[in-house]
Structures are given as structure tokens and as C-alpha cells.
């Protein structure tokens, strides 16, 4: 989901509003509940989507679900989201605000593919390397795809390593078809 620059301004301010009011372990796991409360309502998504929805029905419906689930600062925030007409983005801005911490904290999100899944020794072993070649703490993604054949691949923001047994397999093909002599 791209992440608008409002959101990420929201996102931004609730950050800095927490460090201020040195919360922002709790701020996290206040926003983490929003967020996987959104993810996991495919109706509350689309009320807040909402246009025709008046804005302080939303407040009132928002205030009913999260008030006793989180703290005062976000519970603030929320109603601010609101009152400024901007549900529409909260979806957004809590994944802004996951990715601003993340930074804050030097945490590094890093997706990790392979065919069969690892045992826990592997992956520790592989989180371990990870930290000690990106200098942050490794938050792993693990994904499983049979049809990588082995190995695995790694990707770290824009970087990609891909040390699976079917890259190697279309690395070995082109460079036959590179090499192949025309018989005539």
C-alpha cells in the first residue's frame, strides 16, 4: 500500500508527540492494535473509507471501539483523525507510523523466501548474520515457495540476494543460450 504524504505527516506528528511524552513503546502497541483491528475488518475499513458516513458518527463509532483498548495519546490522536475528516487515512498513517518507529528504533524490515521452511537454529543463525551485516535489529518476514527449488532469497528494502536453486537454474540456461553455437 503506497502511504500518502498527509499520512505520513499524521504519522510523523503522533511520533513526535510520544517521544515528547516519552510513550512511545505504548503508542506502538496502541497503534499495532488499530492496525491489525483494521486488517482484520474488511467492514471497518470500508466505513472509515466512507464519504457518505458524517464524520462525527465515525468519531462515535472509533471512540466505541479503541477507547478502552488504548491509551489517552492515541485515543487523542483518533478523535484528531476525525475531527480533521481524515479516517479515510488512517489505514495509512498507522503504516506509516510502524515504518517512522521502525527507523526511530533502527529496526529493519528484511523478507526472507525460501523453498522448505527453516528449522529455528536456521533461522536464528540467519537473523544473527543479518544484524551483523545491517548494523540493526532484523525484524524477518519468512515466506515459503516451493517452486524456488533450495536456497533461499533476501530482501532488504531495495537490495535483493537471491541465492535460490532456481535463479542459479535460469543463470545456467541464459548462459548457455549465450553461448550456444548456430549449427547449420
Excluded: C
Excluded at 521502525?102 to 522448505?116: C, D, F, L, Q
Excluded at 543479518?130 to 548494523?135: N, P, V
Excluded at 540493526?136 to 515466506?143: A, F, P, S, T
Amino acid at each position: 500500500m503506497l502511504v500518502s504524504k498527509a499520512a505520513r505527516r499524521y504519522a510523523s506528528a503522533l511520533l513526535e508527540t510520544a517521544k515528547d511524552q516519552k510513550s512511545v513503546e505504548d503508542t506502538l502497541k496502541d497503534i499495532l492494535f488499530i492496525k491489525n483491528t483494521i486488517d482484520n475488518s474488511k467492514d471497518l475499513l470500508l466505513f472509515l473509507k466512507s464519504p457518505v458516513i458524517k464524520p462525527d458518527d465515525k468519531e462515535a463509532v472509533l471512540k466505541s471501539i479503541f477507547e478502552k483498548h488504548i491509551g489517552k495519546l492515541s485515543n487523542d490522536f483518533v478523535k484528531l483523525v476525525s475531527i480533521k475528516e481524515r479516517t479515510d487515512l488512517l489505514p495509512e498513517i498507522v503504516l506509516a507510523f510502524v515504518k517512522q518507529y521502525n527507523e526511530y528504533a533502527g529496526i529493519i524490515e528484511v523478507e526472507v523466501r525460501t523453498a522448505k521452511a527453516l528449522e529455528d537454529a536456521q533461522v536464528k543463525e540467519l537473523q544473527k548474520v543479518l544484524e551483523k551485516t545491517t548494523s540493526k535489529k532484523v525484524e524477518m518476514n519468512l515466506k515459503q515457495e516451493a517452486q524456488l527449488k533450495g536456497g533461499l532469497l533476501v530482501k532488504i528494502q531495495d537490495t535483493v540476494i537471491d541465492g535460490t536453486v532456481k535463479h542459479k537454474l535460469e543463470q545456467l540456461e541464459q548462459t548457455f543460450l549465450d553461448n550456444a553455437v548456430e549449427l547449420n
